[in-house]
């Protein structure tokens, strides 16, 4: 004979049970977002060029008083700067405590193309380009300006969401040029004119081990990393609740979600192109 479960249990199983619920359904409404946007990038392309190149020039330079300092690309570029130069710094002193400081061109020619600077550049691209996207459109949302879009006969998630996309992604190729330009010359000022090691020395070890190849696969890397950023951002953004305090939530979601999935980008595709052997011969 069965035994029913106590009748105080009822509505703890009634809300576990709605919240697996909601969070599949908020992965479903994602994925149609994403596909949607997607989908739309030729509408897009072919119907709103002037919103897109007004995009380009928002992205790369910013507007207000962040585009006195240069914008997005100063940002990127200083970030990774910063990695770069600890590239020298770490790479130098460690490699020097079993006497092989001589390869501290290798490790920047390595590990700042694979991982730092994609890395790095993913985090500045979340908290510049993707969270003033999210605060963008949001604030349009909770203005009703989005039903507006939709009433006057404008596609609002091609005009709102696949058009960023295509800036962003238009957007990140020179700041990635810039990025990677920066994290090497970082990288080589910190070693040979703190440090002391020859350029010579530090040039020809960085030219051996820098492949072509690698640089080909990192810039794709970014590429990648801007559709996943702006996807997500854009999603957060379109789907603020709640007023201004809503669209400042949204933001955070938003910047930490694609934070998590640009990490998690990186490593597979990092797998995918390296395989386990890495790709790596330590011989000239």
Do not use: K
């Not at 049970?17 to 990038?41: C, D, H, L, M, P």
């Not at 507007?63 to 790479?91: D, K, P, R, W, Y």
């Not at 350029?199 to 820098?210: A, E, K, P, R, S």
Request: overall charge positive; charged content about 10%.
């Amino acid at each position: 004979m069965a035994v029913a479960l106590p009748s105080r249990l009822h509505p703890r199983l009634q809300r576990s049970r709605n919240a697996v619920a909601g969070e599949w359904n908020r992965i479903g409404s994602q994925t149609r977002f994403y596909a949607t946007t997607i989908g739309a990038i030729p509408d897009a392309i072919a119907n709103y060029r002037t919103e897109i190149l007004r995009l380009i020039a928002q992205m790369g330079l910013g507007t207000a008083a962040l585009a006195m300092v240069g914008g997005t690309i100063v940002i990127v570029g200083f970030l990774t700067m910063t990695t770069g130069a600890l590239v020298a710094v770490q790479g130098y002193n460690q490699l020097a405590s079993v006497g092989i400081e001589a390869l501290t061109g290798f490790a920047s020619a390595y590990f700042n193309v694979r991982l730092i600077v994609p890395g790095t550049a993913s985090v500045a691209l979340s908290a510049t380009i993707g969270a003033g996207a999210t605060a963008q459109i949001g604030a349009m949302r909770i203005n009703e300006e989005v039903d507006a879009l939709e009433v006057i006969g404008i596609r609002s998630v091609s005009y709102l969401a696949s058009t960023r996309v295509v800036a962003g992604v238009i957007v990140v190729i020179p700041l990635y040029c810039v990025a990677v330009m920066m994290a090497f010359l970082a990288s080589r000022a910190g070693t040979t004119a703190v440090y002391g090691q020859s350029t010579g020395v530090y040039d020809h070890y960085f030219n051996t081990f820098l492949s072509p190849r690698d640089v080909i696969w990192s810039f794709i890397q970014s590429v990648a990393i801007a559709i996943v950023v702006m996807l997500v951002h854009t999603y957060y953004g379109y789907t603020a609740r709640g007023g201004p305090a809503g669209v400042g939530e949204a933001v955070g979601r938003a910047v930490r979600t694609s934070m998590v999935v640009a990490a998690v980008e990186i490593v597979m595709i990092t797998l995918a192109v390296y395989g386990e052997s890495g790709n790596f011969h330590l011989a000239s």
